[in-house]
């Protein structure tokens, strides 16, 4: 539930109400908005008894939350979350654009995209050194090395990096040199990997799952807050369906429903979604249009030569030219980058 408190209720209102539930063994979340304060109550209702809460000084009303998810639901708190992670803010007035390699594949190529990232505009470098392949074959990435290029290209480029992160093992290398983690769409419901990825402090980005519905997504973003980090961004990156011109279908009806579910931002990822170059400049457009927080964009120096998801990887050339073309969709949708 949700105790919504009177204009100007005063602080001694506000601890009294918070100490009566925490004294019975309940949580508080807080929640300062710029139409009203509330509380937010997590925990088991029976031991509490919303009569005497009503009774309370400068209790407004109390408004149940149906929902499983609570501290990712957009009624504990309605302002909309504004992530801090380096340099840069993911947030309802900027578009965020994290960009790079599908996998790090050597210092080389690291630093190459890096700088050419960073002059067309992206704030963030991501780049896979643990790689989830659909093959056991396929290349698996560098692992911890690959970790130490994304610490290398952040410092000689000042962009903000982002690695996904599949063990507890890789949770534990990359808060050491990465900036935010990821949590990959095949992991989204490893709920021992989530509460880690909590515990850990970092900004997660949470990917939605290929077959997981917007609440089973919004549960699992619960499970990270829920150890204490609120500091999660949703991924959209496409789900299964029957068509298959496509790599996955970007469900981009998720942004809008996600908005008025959640207050955490929401970025789209058409690399992933689409499988396919061709198609990254549209759905990058559609998502800023639809008001998503952020894209993230694969991209590679040599597509053709790419160890992985080369199909799907823009070239600088093109990495720039749809930078220049967002400018507009962004200045409509009243968003900076
Ligand atoms: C990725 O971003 O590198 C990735 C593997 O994406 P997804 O989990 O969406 O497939
Ligand atoms: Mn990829």
Redesign the pocket.
């Known amino acids: 539930m949700i105790i919504i408190l009177k204009r100007n209720a005063s602080e001694e209102s506000m601890k009294q109400i918070s100490s009566y539930i925490t004294g019975n063994g309940l949580e508080v979340h807080v929640s300062h908005g710029k139409e009203v304060t509330l509380i937010g109550v997590v925990g088991n209702k029976d031991l509490i008894n919303p009569d005497h809460i009503r009774s309370m000084k400068d209790v407004d009303r109390i408004v149940p939350v149906t929902e499983s998810y609570k501290l990712a639901n957009k009624k504990f708190h309605p302002d909309p979350t504004s992530i801090k992670v380096g340099n840069t803010v993911i947030g309802p007035d900027n578009l965020t654009i994290m960009a790079g390699p599908?996998a790090v594949e050597s210092k080389h190529q690291l630093l190459t995209i890096a700088h050419a990232v960073r002059d067309a505009g992206a704030t963030f470098l991501r780049g896979?050194a643990y790689k989830?392949r659909t093959s056991p074959y396929s290349f698996q990435g560098l692992e911890a090395e690959g970790l130490q290029y994304m610490q290398e290209a952040s410092m000689e480029t000042g962009l903000a990096t982002i690695c996904?992160v599949v063990s507890l093992d890789a949770i534990e290398q990359a808060v050491k040199y990465v900036d935010m983690i990821?949590i990959?769409?095949?992991n989204m419901q490893n709920f021992i990997l989530l509460k880690e990825a909590g515990r850990s402090g970092m900004p997660v980005l949470l990917?939605r799952g290929l077959c997981a519905t917007i609440e089973e997504w919004l549960n699992a973003a619960e499970y990270i807050i829920a150890e204490g980090n609120p500091n999660v961004v949703l991924c959209e990156?496409g789900i299964r369906t029957f068509e298959t011109a496509t790599r996955n279908t970007l469900d981009l009806s998720a942004v809008p429903v996600l908005k008025t579910k959640t207050h955490l931002p929401i970025i789209i990822?058409p690399s992933?979604s689409t499988g396919s170059y061709q198609y990254v400049p549209s759905m990058a457009k559609a998502g800023v249009a639809c008001g998503a927080d952020g894209l993230?964009i694969e991209v590679h120096d040599n597509p053709a030569c790419a160890l992985s998801d080369g199909p799907q990887s823009l070239n600088f050339k093109k990495f720039h030219q749809l930078t220049e073309e967002l400018r507009p969709f962004c200045q409509l949708v009243g968003r900076t980058f």
């Open positions: 599908c896979g989830p996904e990821q990959g769409a095949r990917k990156r990822d992933h993230m």
